[in-house]
């Protein structure tokens, strides 16, 4: 029998363990398995990525890019938690999206970002990643780019956000990325 739930990739922009972000995307992953019709995955090739050089964005890709974009194409769609560094995206980030560009397995994917910062905080994030993925052709779903502010005195010893609240939010996002 096929499996006919819809597939949610984890784009996580930190590469800090233990971040905020990271609570948010391993949080959004518990939240789908209890979501009848949602699967996700959390992307763990970040640090792996080497840093982009279009003279490298041939076939054949280096394998981790190569990776990334198959698990993009894979994905029905995708959800992205950053930080923000230095008022924009981090560069680790960045050169993920680059590796991004090139490719058509992001185009017209639902797509959407919780930023887990502090209210005040983030914005220059948001509007990178909004340019960002303009150039990739990803279908940004409005509905699913919250704000969902994640306080470290809500993480539980698993990781995961307790917050009852932040779940159901993160589950409300995961239900308009699927639908999208």
Not at 104 to 111: A, F, Q, R, Y
Not at 152 to 170: M, N, S
Request: aromatic share 4%; proline share 7%; charged share 20%.
């Amino acid at each position: 029998m096929p499996n006919d739930d819809r597939h949610i990739l984890l784009l996580p922009g930190s590469l800090r363990a233990g971040s905020t972000n990271e609570t948010v995307l391993r949080t959004a992953a518990a939240v789908a398995h209890a979501i009848e019709g949602i699967s996700a995955t959390y992307y763990t090739g970040l640090a792996g990525l080497p840093h982009f050089n279009p003279d490298l964005d041939t076939d054949p890709l280096p394998e981790q890019v190569a990776a990334l974009r198959a698990a993009v194409e894979a994905a029905d769609a995708l959800l992205i938690c950053t930080p923000e560094y230095a008022g924009t995206l981090p560069g680790a980030f960045k050169n993920l999206l680059d590796w991004t560009v090139g490719g058509v397995e992001i185009s017209d994917k639902p797509t959407g970002w919780i930023t887990a910062a502090a209210p005040g905080r983030g914005g220059g994030a948001e509007a990178t990643l909004r340019t960002v993925l303009g150039y990739t052709g990803a279908a940004v779903v409005d509905e699913a780019c919250v704000r969902i502010p994640l306080d470290r005195a809500g993480v539980g010893p698993d990781g995961l956000a307790t917050d009852p609240l932040v779940r159901d939010r993160i589950g409300e996002v995961l239900a308009r990325l699927a639908a999208g």
